[in-house]
């Protein structure tokens, strides 16, 4: 257990954190930099309600070490947008309705992101696919797959 | 609506309020507006994630004629709203919304009235529009200009007269929920974003008997907590015990965490636990008092006259409300003014158990409500409420605890199992001749759990009546009889979304089902013979129209091996205290299609009608009929808790899955429009129908029935099959080719006659036929100065090359000041100080000696150094090589260490047999290199079988402990872990490559073999300290025994194609869908890290099951570069039965052609105990 201090990019700001190596990137986020997009949901990488963007690629920050992200470019969904300025894929699930208690929110909108970066028309089963692993236990999918539709720009009006 | 605030009401200089006087000093608020025009209603309920705050602005909005963005809704905090109960059975907008509209109505009331008297005009003529009221001669006055400074206090009437339907301009508009754009850009607040200053981290440490609240042993099972067990934490602040309540106070959360992991709790043994294992038995043995609902007719005898007797029984699993976020809370403390921040969903009852557990008057304390995951009934909420407050209590500061998922798996109330016995039959026209239920619900109201485990209240278990949720079928049936077995909980139980509804009418919709099948009649057409309320008529013609049903009185046979078929099921959720009153009616056409060889059912269509009544929101109505077929659809196909020994085995998502976004259903809503009828509760009905619609489904495909959900592979391919399961056979073991056995072309050759004097000397011990060396004098510690700054660079790389500090450094301990513990199978022995400390390091030894221990294994004064320090590698290390790395030690700075002495079991402690082991397997010599191979093959050699000694580990070792000459690099054990072969004996289904070979080394990665763990994690880490050339070098060497190249990119796709993993047919399967796949399936969307794959994974294939066990317990948590990605420990989230059932999966799953592991179960028992 050393607290060296561990100099973290996250949304563009340099942080500096004197946690214990081993600490889950999570709990620095969210307890040392206030950023509460990311929810703790079982700390296994299971159900993806912790999802970041780590130099790009969807992370599960409840079982990455913040050590192992020293110099590395962090995004939360704050890093997205705001309420006043959304980003195209926040405004999406809102647009959708995409909520119900909004806690798997966090890691349905940052998987999203991921994959419209590499994928920028998911037909809907590489959707389906893409979040496979991220877990909502309300029943939010089909408006949740309706708002990656949308954010990527081929929602039909007519499908429900 | 403005943006939700929990703590508002802030006074303005006058107000407006609607007000229930509770007695002569307490009275609740419904509505207030202020001078500034704002609108604030209080509801006692709170917004589960189901919409509710929004739905009641709109109501509020529409009955005061102001804006919906004008209304602020507060909900479910104790010293703000009413008390209105539970936000439990759909009944907020039924029937906690109807004071709130009231109180709406009767303020717009007040102030028309009073604008009429102010403009001096009849309130006929005046137009309200957004709280301003305006006169046909344009003159106007708002609220707040009504209100003026004035307290106005009106009670609330019974009689007010609200708005008629036909005026609505916002209730019954679709309205986007007002959270949600918080929500989708992290600045909502949850109840587990709270925080306040000087808040610590709590964490809490639950019994052994998970899950399980009754019983004299419930409070009563703690032996010690040993305090001294997390003396080594930071910032800990407090280890709390009271009862079996045990908790850990820390100030990061981190710590927390560590703390209650690592706290050495004692408990006395569990007695045995009730065998949940079939739970139709343990049901129908739980001790209950009958209570009967209806008794119609005559019952007895329409069942003996019956022309077809019909005796069902239906058994309903338990399962979990699997809220996504663990529970968590805030409380603070504090002298008469105590605050809990809560996700409860009942925060009146909440204060009184509150108040109850720390003993002090409910007025002192305050809940405020925070939103939280979605619960669907009584998850953990009010449990973490109550530990914050007694960890608060004892630190005398505000501590937040959040539950971890493996607590709120096992202890949140479960939605219970439930046993329903249906005895009847048909009559001679086929119609049903009687109708006797009898259903068992083993569920209570689940007590906070602090009370139970503090001793606060008796483990005795309450008994309530609670079954009868909608038990009594919908249809009239002549001779009826319902009886309501109310019994105690089993295990820790209470209400879940449907509530016993859900399973008693899988019960009534199944058996309709069955009796139309026998009489030959539609499944449909029959329900409607016997249905009489029209508007539930009007609903299943409604749906079957929609979904296109065709009349089919005699079911079709379907062919094929996938089948496809449609079910129909109703109910009106008939919900709260017996009889109860119904929510929405509902009713599904659910479209199923079964694999018969693998027993995997997909729901692909589901038509889901309902009439609700008015609906406030029509769009939040469509979202929670969605949510809850595709809740209510996971429930029926996938859900069940699984026990062992009677406590609750699952704590993770492997364990307990849910379904997933590919396997859902499409869905089409149908909610008829009856604006004219009273709004109903939603949400909940739409789950009614599921699991009988797809029963029903099922058996329209296969023609088998199912009467106990989850409907899995393995309950369907029974069903299908009988007893003995098809499932599909292992392929048998692939016959190895023959391989080399390769020999180290550089080990010590004995001949027979001196092996046999050696194993005498060693033998009998005749330590002084060899006597070890003469003691080198001591020298003073070497100046530093004397060695180049490029000597000792060198050194340092060659140390690092040879992985001195992995044994000569403690975990956290000082470079190279020894101590570290090494297990070997003859005793520990405990690495030397190597910092050049004169009084306990190398500091007084000269090259000379230093060159001896390295080449002979002598320590400096003489007596015999053991082999597990490889100098039988060193010693072919060249000298210059060998003086870089001792200058590069002797420059170190010097630690005054002594490692402890070592432990080992006689005759193993015996310095002096050494002499003989070296006479048999050591030869000091230093490398020479073979002419006729090239020379990376031989830099690679060198490097390998000096320095690096790698055979060290990767080749097995003789009962004395010594590397096998005749097995070079055929596969050893090192530390807990199998090194593998590296040879063409390697188990790895693609052969090693030179390429291969020098990525892994490189980077610890290969696509074709998997990443570097346990002790080759830090080989690799090690291994940057060497250039390119040299890595290449060893791979050239190490190349050089094995086969000639394959295609790898072919064998790799092939492999990886003939083992994806399509069905959750085993629990095995199950868990690695649920925990594994997300990073290990192939071709899933790229994640930080890598994505090894498990067809390919050399510990998948290798002969025991050792590193496959050690990684999923233990994890990856230093992996030899943070690009490669960690893994988590499952030792925590995983029962070892659950670990058993997942590594046999793998290896059959991808290593199909390797025989079963045998001894997994004792290979986890000896991983979970290790230290690595």
Request: aromatic share 6%.
């Amino acid at each position: 257990m050393t607290q060296t201090p561990i100099r973290l990019t996250v949304n563009g700001a340099i942080h500096e954190v004197a946690a214990a190596a081993e600490t889950p990137l999570l709990y620095v986020l969210r307890n040392d930099l206030a950023l509460n997009g990311p929810k703790y949901g079982c700390g296994l990488g299971e159900c993806g309600t912790c999802t970041v963007l780590i130099d790009g690629a969807p992370a599960r920050s409840c079982v990455i070490p913040v050590s192992g992200c020293a110099g590395r470019d962090i995004v939360t969904l704050e890093g997205l947008g705001t309420r006043d300025k959304p980003d195209v894929v926040q405004q999406a699930f809102i647009d959708e309705q995409a909520a119900q208690c909004g806690y798997c929110l966090n890691g349905m909108i940052m998987t999203t992101k991921a994959l419209l970066a590499i994928n920028p028309r998911p037909t809907e089963q590489e959707a389906l696919a893409a979040l496979r692993y991220n877990l909502c236990r309300c029943g939010t999918h089909v408006e949740i797959l309706r708002a990656v539709m949308r954010a990527s720009g081929q929602l039909t009006e007519a499908a429900d | 609506m403005a943006s939700p605030v929990s703590n508002g009401a802030e006074r303005q200089s006058g107000s407006l309020v609607v007000v229930r006087s509770v007695d002569e000093v307490t009275s609740e608020t419904f509505v207030r507006i202020t001078a500034d025009g704002s609108v604030t209603a209080y509801n006692g309920h709170v917004d589960l994630g189901t919409g509710i705050r929004t739905a009641l602005g709109q109501i509020v909005a529409e009955e005061l004629d102001v804006s919906f963005a004008r209304v602020v809704i507060v909900l479910g905090d104790t010293a703000l709203v009413p008390n209105q109960g539970a936000t439990i059975a759909s009944e907020t907008i039924q029937i906690t919304a109807v004071p709130l509209r009231k109180a709406a109505a009767q303020a717009r009331q007040f102030l028309i009235a009073r604008a009429a008297e102010r403009l001096e005009l009849p309130e006929v003529d005046l137009r309200i529009e957004d709280g301003l009221v305006r006169g046909h001669d344009n003159r106007s006055v708002s609220y707040g200009e009504l209100i003026g400074g004035e307290e106005i206090r009106l009670e609330l009437a019974d009689d007010v007269a609200v708005k008629p339907v036909g005026d609505y301009a916002i209730v019954g508009q679709s309205v986007p929920r007002v959270d949600l754009p918080a929500k989708a850009t992290g600045e909502l607040t949850f109840v587990h974003d709270i925080r306040v200053p000087g808040m610590l981290h709590g964490r809490v440490v639950r019994p052994p008997y998970a899950g399980v609240d009754a019983g004299p042993f419930v409070g009563t099972s703690l032996l010690a907590v040993d305090e001294s067990s997390v003396r080594d934490i930071p910032g800990l602040v407090a280890v709390v015990r009271i009862g079996d309540f045990v908790g850990i106070v820390a100030e990061r959360e981190e710590n927390a965490i560590r703390a209650a992991e690592q706290l050495k709790v004692s408990w006395k043994p569990t007695p045995a636990l009730n065998d949940l294992s079939d739970v139709e038995t343990a049901l129908r043995a739980n001790p209950s008092t009958p209570r009967t609902l209806i008794d119609k007719g005559d019952v007895d005898a329409a069942i003996s006259g019956a022309a077809k007797p019909m005796q069902r029984t239906y058994v309903w699993p338990y399962q979990m409300h699997a809220s996504i976020g663990p529970s968590c809370a805030v409380a603070d403390f504090a002298d008469g003014n105590i605050r809990v921040w809560s996700g409860t969903q009942n925060p009146h009852v909440l204060r009184s158990d509150l108040a109850l557990l720390i003993e002090r008057p409910e007025s002192e304390i305050e809940v405020i409500r925070l939103e939280a995951a979605g619960c669907y009934g009584r998850n953990c909420a009010d449990d973490v409420t109550a530990d914050a407050l007694l960890l608060s209590r004892a630190v005398g500061h505000p501590v937040r605890v959040q539950l971890t998922r493996e607590q709120e798996h096992a202890w949140e109330p479960k939605g219970t199992a439930q046993l329903i016995d249906v005895n009847g039959g048909l009559d001679a026209n086929g119609g049903i001749a009687a109708y006797d239920l009898a259903t068992r619900y083993p569920s209570n109201a689940a007590p906070t759990l602090a009370l139970l485990l503090t001793g606060r209240i008796a483990s005795e278990p309450a008994v309530l009546q609670m079954g009868d949720r909608t038990a009594i079928p919908p249809y009239d049936y002549d001779h009826m009889r319902v009886v309501a077995h109310d019994m105690p909980p089993i295990v820790r139980a209470s209400w879940f979304r449907g509530v016993s509804a859900l399973p008693n009418t899988f019960a009534h919709e199944s058996y309709i089902d069955e009796a139309a099948t026998e009489a030959g009649v539609d499944p449909i057409q029959y329900r409607l013979r016997y249905l009489r309320d029209q508007r539930a008529v009007d609903l299943v013609n409604a749906v079957a129209e929609r979904a296109g049903w065709t009349p089919r009185p005699v079911r079709e046979e379907k062919y094929g091996d996938i089948v496809h078929g449609r079910g129909f099921a109703y109910a009106l959720y008939v919900h709260s205290k017996f009889p109860g009153y119904g929510a929405a009616w509902s009713a599904w056409v659910a479209d199923v299609a079964v694999n018969k060889t693998t027993g995997d059912v997909s729901v692909t269509r589901v038509v889901a009608g309902q009439d609700s009544g008015l609906m406030i929101n029509p769009d939040g109505v469509r979202h929670q009929i969605h949510g809850n077929v595709i809740q209510s659809t996971s429930r029926a196909l996938r859900e069940e808790v699984s026990f062992e020994r009677g406590a609750v085995a699952a704590r993770e998502w492997g364990a307990y899955p849910i379904i997933p976004f590919p396997d859902v259903p499409k869905i089409d809503v149908l909610m008829l429009p009856r604006a004219d009828q009273p709004p109903l509760g939603v949400g909940e009905s739409a789950s009614v129908p599921s699991a009988a619609a797809i029963a029903n489904a099922i058996f329209d495909a296969t023609g088998v029935r199912f009467r106990e959900p989850p409907f899995t592979p393995e309950r369907i391919l029974r069903g299908l099959h009988g007893a003995a399961p098809a499932t599909p056979q292992a392929l048998p073991a692939r016959a190895k080719p023959s391989s080399h056995i390769w020999e180290n072309p550089f080990a010590k050759r004995a001949g027979i006659v001196a092996t046999i004097a050696a194993v005498c000397t060693a033998a009998i011990g005749i330590g002084a036929a060899l006597l070890p060396g003469r003691a080198i004098a001591p020298i003073a510690r070497p100046d530093a100065s004397v060695y180049s700054a490029a000597t000792i660079a060198r050194g340092q790389q060659l140390a690092a090359f040879g992985n001195c500090a992995e044994c000569h450094t403690t975990r956290n301990g000082a470079l190279y000041a020894g101590g570290r513990a090494l297990e070997t199978p003859f005793g520990t022995i405990y690495a030397t100080n190597i910092t050049p400390d004169v009084e306990t390091g190398i500091g007084a030894w000269s090259y000379p000696a230093f060159e001896r221990a390295m080449r002979d294994g002598l320590h400096r004064d003489g007596r015999q150094l053991y082999p597990a320090f490889p100098y039988t590698h060193f010693s072919k290390t060249n000298d210059a090589d060998m003086q870089a790395l001792y200058a590069y030690l002797m420059t170190q700075p010097a630690v005054h260490a002594t490692a402890p002495a070592n432990t080992l079991a006689f005759p193993f402690n015996l310095r002096q047999l050494l002499a003989g082991w070296n006479a048999l397997f050591h030869q000091t010599k230093e490398f020479k290199p073979d002419p006729a191979k090239s020379e990376a093959w031989n830099r690679g050699a060198y490097l390998v079988e000096s320095l690096g000694h790698c055979s060290g580990c990767h080749s097995p070792r003789n009962a004395l402990g010594a590397e096998q000459g005749n097995a070079y690099l055929a596969g050893g054990f090192a530390e807990g872990w199998e090194a593998p072969p590296l040879t063409s004996l390697s188990h790895a289904p693609i052969p090693w490559s030179e390429d291969e070979l020098f990525a892994y080394l490189r980077t610890g990665h290969s696509r074709y073999h998997g990443v570097a763990a346990g002790p080759m994690a830090p080989v690799v880490r090690d291994l940057k300290a060497l250039p390119d050339q040299d890595i290449r070098a060893m791979a050239v060497y190490l190349n050089s025994f094995n086969d000639a190249a394959t295609d790898a990119v072919a064998l790799a796709a092939k492999l990886e194609s003939a083992t994806q993993v399509t069905t959750g047919s085993s629990t095995g399967a199950r868990l690695y869908q649920g925990a594994c796949a997300v990073c290990h399936e192939v071709g899933g969307l790229p994640l930080f890290g890598s994505r090894p794959s498990l067809a390919l994974n050399s510990n998948l294939h290798s002969a025991t099951s050792d590193n496959l066990i050690q990684v999923i317990l233990h994890g990856i948590a230093a992996p030899v570069s943070s690009d490669l990605g960690y893994m988590p420990a499952f030792r925590n989230s995983m029962s070892d039965a659950q670990i058993e059932e997942l590594v046999t999966f793998l290896r059959k799953q991808f290593a199909p052609d390797k025989p079963a592991w045998t001894g997994v179960r004792e290979t986890i028992a000896r991983v979970r105990t290790s230290t690595h």
